[in-house]
């Protein structure tokens, strides 16, 4: 099926139509959800043997990007439920069946969130604040506190990880599993009160105690970077669909700055269009040029993931300078977009208004601008020196 199929233009429109609604009463997107999970869509990575499309990461980024054309908010929050389900098809694709029952859960309605994400925490997966304490019975019980929790007030399977520090001789280890929502032991604060991508609900959560079962327990890691397959296909599905998410937002802007542009006519030349400003063409091809450069990469490096190519020690580098370059590459086709559109775009309630600032929500997701340049100078020149 198109994209344009599993996520057809009436549909498109509909969640268009609430996105600034949403945004203005800082609501969660509950009925851009529903009519998502309807259609099928949180089940894009699914087997088509557990009634989902089996779609591989290029595809789903394509939809992404289309999605965020629309529904910004919606777009990143749907997201995380399609980080963990595309882990899954890339570790079951590599022969890692440790998460097949979260395909299969998401076959059956079950939704999924991420977190991960501690304040301070900028090891991010190879390390955590959060206790993961082992009890008798192989389950392990969590107590931490995690940030930008995008779909809190929607999940039913929480993604989260924690560090029991007394594992591997005092090493410590790093434990993964996946919450229940009807379980006790975890809190929403409602906190999300942003700048942009208001809908996503991202609120923090917190973990009191929260037992976690045995069989839910999927992964326990050493403490630092590693090359698990986990952590390669967190990586690849992660930054690779925020790349898609933050396009579809400068795509969106792109497209209504040339209507814009198009509309609007100039004393200076006679009351005809700005089309035919000289200065307002070469800020709109500066910003085609943009969109061109960056979507082919998307899709290259999605495509390498489904093929299974190795990239080896360049993956890593490769994913995250593509969300980098993306989040970064969005917010300068949104600042020409807001620049040719004029004045009327400054006005609280306009759409290239919101998506000015949903757009800067790119610069705070992992891997930020400074980690990414760390990984390739690492990649490409080794790390630094020991200076004592």
């Known amino acids: 099926m198109t994209p344009e199929e599993i996520l057809p233009d009436e549909l498109l429109e509909r969640l268009r139509g609430r996105a600034a609604g949403y945004d203005q009463n800082n609501q969660f997107f509950h009925e851009d959800l529903e009519d998502l999970a309807a259609a099928g869509y949180l089940k894009l990575f699914v087997p088509e043997a557990d009634g989902g499309f089996g779609l591989g990461l290029e595809s789903v980024a394509a939809l992404q990007q289309r999605l965020a054309t629309a529904a910004p908010a919606t777009a990143l929050a749907v997201n995380m439920h399609l980080v963990w389900t595309g882990v899954a098809q890339v570790l079951t694709a590599r022969g890692d069946r440790s998460l097949d029952f979260v395909l299969k859960e998401a076959g059956q309605g079950e939704v999924f969130a991420f977190g991960i994400s501690e304040a301070g925490n900028d090891s991010m997966l190879f390390d955590s ?157 500066d910003a085609a040029l943009a969109m061109d450069g960056i979507a082919p990469q998307i899709s290259s490096l999605a495509r390498d993931v489904d093929n299974l190519v190795d990239h080896g020690a360049q993956w890593f580098p490769k994913l995250v300078g593509l969300k980098s370059r993306a989040t970064e590459n969005a917010r300068h086709v949104v600042d020409l977009a807001i620049r040719v559109t004029g004045g009327s775009s400054y006005f609280r309630g306009s759409e290239m208004e919101r998506l000015y600032r949903d757009v800067l929500a790119g610069i705070f997701h992992p891997s930020n601008d400074e980690s990414a340049h ?3 100078a690492n990649a490409w020149l080794g790390p630094l020196e020991d200076q004592r």
Not at 142 to 151: A, C, Q, V
Not at 155 to 182: C, I, M, Q
Request: net charge positive.
């Open 129 to 285: 604040g959060t206790v993961a304490e082992p009890l008798p019975d192989g389950s392990y019980r969590f107590t931490g506190r995690k940030i930008f929790t995008s779909l809190s007030r929607g999940w039913t399977r929480l993604g989260t990880f924690g560090k029991d520090a007394d594992a591997r001789d005092g090493e410590g280890e790093l434990v993964f599993g996946f919450l229940r929502r009807d379980e006790p032991g975890h809190e929403t604060l409602s906190d999300w009160d942003t700048l942009g991508m208001r809908a996503s609900a991202s609120n923090t959560t917190l973990l009191h105690g929260a037992v976690i079962p045995a069989e839910r327990i999927f992964r326990k890691l050493p403490v630092g970077p590693n090359k698990d397959l986990l952590i390669f296909a967190i990586f690849a599905c992660f930054e690779t669909l925020l790349a898609a998410v933050y396009t579809g937002v400068a795509e969106r802007a792109f497209t209504l700055g040339v209507a814009n542009v198009k509309r609007r006519v100039s004393a200076k030349h006679g009351g005809r269009s700005y089309a035919q400003d000289p200065d307002i063409r070469w800020k709109v091809a």
């Open 374 to 376: 760390n990984t390739v």
